[in-house]
């Protein structure tokens, strides 16, 4: 198992939890109360920063319950944490529903996942490998 360093900015911050044995994601907590408009999007702060393991990253995921209940999501989903990273944890939010949702403190805003980083080398070439799919997508495979 992995040491996920973090430090505290805030008094009133949270430390990211699992809430269940097994779960991908941590929850991330926000320190403020704010509302979102319909339409409109917020960057929530959490108060923490953190050290991510050598060759890893932090993806910033949105939470299920939110988007289906209220149609909140995180805008830049996945959000991408780099390992040099030791700014505040935030979270973009954009509320796409026709109500106003109102953040408040100590609410489960989003989830954050720590994942390995592979490095490749990017080479130039002047032709790929062929495959039976080739070029197919967008759809190409329909939908039953």
């Known amino acids: 198992m992995m040491n996920l360093k973090i430090q ?7 430390l990211p939890q699992y809430a269940h044995l097994g779960d991908a994601g941590m929850d991330l907590f926000s320190i403020e109360d704010r509302e979102i408009a319909p339409g409109d999007t917020a960057l929530i702060h959490t108060g923490i920063k953190i050290e991510l393991p050598k060759s890893t990253e932090a993806q910033i995921r949105p939470r299920s319950g939110l988007a289906l209940k209220n149609s909140i999501t995180v805008l830049n989903t996945p959000g991408t944490i780099d ?8 979270v973009i939010l954009i509320n796409h529903g026709k109500h106003i949702f109102k953040v408040e403190r100590h609410m489960k805003v989003a989830q954050m996942v720590i994942k390995p980083v592979i490095r490749v080398n990017v080479i130039e070439v002047e032709n790929l490998s062929e495959t039976e799919r080739a070029e ?9």
Do not use: H, P, Q
């Open 136 to 144: 197919g997508g967008f759809g190409s495979t329909g939908l039953k």
């Open 8 to 14: 505290k900015t805030d008094k009133l911050a949270i």
């Open 83 to 90: 390992e040099g990273y030791r700014g505040e944890v935030a």
